[in-house]
């Protein structure tokens, strides 16, 4: 193949800007698909991102497009989520192009996201092309929102394109731009094999495919092939691109293009993102840098409801975890729930995501604990270990200091709605850094906060706040001094380790009342007396009771000595204490869930 007609690019936006409709009447316009038979976010193929309407996974798909210049090219497009949860995505494919298009709503402008993409983009040296989509709505401000873009990110009017993806306006302008702008891919089809594996995912059919951007050289089918990062060896059984959404087996990849494999590769966890693919006989002098490790912000411990489900649940995670690197898991044990899985992940909504993929996917029923962030702490013997679950805290009598993990928030916002959006952060322990005003609508925010005041409900109240203008975007910065103490929840004097939690100190009070609060309205009564309690260490700071379920022992007593039913009392008041004691309290699973929130 001719490599200067080959173009790879991503659509890169803030979420609900409307990249997956663009994408779609791309696909239109090329040919990919029937306009007859045409769907809704073709590119988002798991139920969960058509019902949610988000980009949850990076999606591939190769097009041809026969532009005005006569020459017919090939189009290599990667979908990419939009939600800050999901940037790590985004940073995968954008390794594996050379330009990316910039989508931002004509109605809604620049947001958090849209400004974090864009210096993704920059850093990666990607050609950017701006487009401002949804021009065809009514409410649009449209000069308001190009200020926006050339004042904010620098673009020159005239590189800016007017596009509606829903009625097909720009489409074909946004194609032409491509092929224009966007350099053909480097590379030397002489030098040895040189590709790097930039995505997984698992296919019923096919078992592990693996997705490659080849950068040097060419791959056969049949090759024997080598990872340079972990050693492993393969022989390449099947080799194709994806074309009109389907796969299609090709003989062989040459320098610049981008396809699948597959080989006999009997574990996902024998691939590793961003590993350097070469051959054995002939290979390259050095591997790609590959991705940086991402590191998870948010924990939490997922348990299956069956405990005969854990070999499922550990099947599920290692096909998970193909085709989501930044999810990782460990295996852990619950005095309440038993074997279960320490879980990273890189937000809350990436944790919601990883719950009901593996619940639908896979047919589990699984509980979540309370998630927390990752703490360090300094013992008085100088050893300083991070905390990822409060089983690990150690007592407090044996920390010299505790650390917890501070961001650098970057909110967007109407400038009508600054004062309650600062009171806001400001309630959540943040410290205020500078503001921007972009155009006359619209500032830019920054505080610097801990990362545990964001993560469960910040979002939720920031586009309360904003009436759904409000956008943020985070990066982590490092670990600072602070007072932390562990929560626990006792129920009937036993520790109910699926509750325990880690606060900062000067909101554990109010903390622990309203969790024993929402548990005795969340906890069924049952035939004895349930004490529910929240402790900090040996110190009781709240508590309440759920009244035992009342049993009229004595209906069938009419009449007589009133002895009969003293001692019927009696008896029940001697099993009710003998179950107090030897009972279990049923906990349901929308307790756990609606404990997340507080």
Request: proline share 4%; net charge neutral; charged share 25%.
């Amino acid at each position: 193949m001719d490599q200067s007609l080959i173009r790879n690019f991503s659509i890169i936006a803030h979420i609900d800007h409307g990249k997956s409709t663009l994408a779609d009447r791309i696909l239109e316009i090329t040919g990919a698909v029937d306009r007859r038979h045409k769907g809704q976010q073709l590119l988002d193929d798991m139920d969960l991102e058509k019902e949610r309407g988000i980009t949850i996974k990076a999606s591939m798909v190769r097009l041809s497009y026969r532009s005005r210049d006569g020459k017919v090219y090939v189009l290599n497009l990667i979908d990419t989520p939009g939600h800050v949860d999901f940037t790590y995505e985004v940073s995968k494919s954008l390794a594996a192009c050379e330009g990316a298009v910039l989508v931002i709503d004509a109605g809604q402008g620049i947001e958090a996201q849209t400004v974090a993409n864009y210096y993704l983009a920059r850093d990666n040296k990607l050609a950017v092309i701006p487009v401002v989509n949804k021009i065809d709505l009514t409410s649009v401000d449209l000069p308001r929102v190009i200020r926006q873009i050339t004042g904010v990110l620098g673009f020159a009017d005239q590189d800016i394109i007017r596009a509606s993806a829903k009625e097909g306006i720009g489409i074909e302008e946004i194609l032409e731009r491509i092929i224009q702008v966007v350099p053909p891919p480097a590379g030397v089809p002489e030098h040895p094999l040189k590709a790097l594996i930039f995505d997984c995912r698992f296919d019923t059919f096919k078992g592990v495919v693996i997705y490659v951007r080849i950068m040097d050289g060419k791959v056969e089918a049949g090759a024997q092939i080598k990872l340079m990062h972990t050693g492993k060896t393969f022989k390449i059984e099947e080799l194709g691109v994806f074309k009109n959404l389907k796969y299609a087996v090709v003989d062989s990849l040459s320098c610049g293009e981008v396809g699948y494999f597959t080989a006999n590769i009997r574990s996902p966890r024998e691939i590793v993102i961003g590993d350097t693919i070469t051959y054995i006989d002939n290979p390259c002098a050095q591997p790609l840098p590959g991705y940086r490790t991402i590191k998870p912000l948010v924990f939490c411990g997922i348990y299956p409801v069956n405990p005969g489900d854990f070999p499922s649940l550990r099947e599920a995670m290692d096909k998970l975890k193909l085709s989501d690197a930044s999810f990782v898991f460990e295996p852990e044990s619950s005095q309440s729930f038993g074997s279960g899985f320490r879980c990273g992940f890189l937000g809350l909504l990436h944790m919601e995501i990883a719950q009901e993929r593996l619940e639908r996917e896979y047919d589990l029923n699984l509980i979540l604990t309370v998630p927390n962030v990752v703490y360090r702490v300094k013992k008085r013997d100088q050893e300083i270990f991070d905390v990822e679950t409060p089983a690990k805290f150690p007592l407090p009598q044996d920390i010299l200091e505790a650390f917890e993990p501070y961001v650098i928030l970057l909110m967007i916002i109407p400038i009508d709605t600054i004062e309650q959006v600062c009171e806001l952060a400001k309630s959540r322990r943040g410290i205020f850094q500078s503001n921007d005003y972009l155009g006359e609508d619209r500032v830019k925010v920054v505080f610097d906060m801990p990362l545990s005041e964001i993560i469960v409900d910040f979002y939720d109240c920031l586009k309360s706040l904003t009436k759904g203008y409000g956008s943020m975007d985070y990066e982590f910065t490092g670990y600072r001094q602070t007072k932390i103490v562990k929560l626990d929840i006792l129920l009937n004097s036993v520790v109910c380790d699926a509750f325990s939690s880690l606060v900062h100190k000067d909101k554990a009070y109010s903390k622990a009342h309203n969790l024993v609060s929402k548990l005795k309205e969340l906890i069924p009564r049952q035939l004895f007396e349930i004490s529910i309690q929240a402790a900090i260490g040996s110190q009781i700071v709240a508590s309440e009771k759920v009244k035992s379920v009342g049993k009229h022992v004595t209906a069938k007593c009419y009449g007589g000595d009133i002895t009969r039913k003293r001692k019927l009392w009696e008896g029940q008041k001697k099993g009710k204490k003998r179950l107090k004691q030897v009972g279990r309290v049923e906990i349901p699973q929308e307790a756990f869930l609606e404990v997340l929130k507080i």
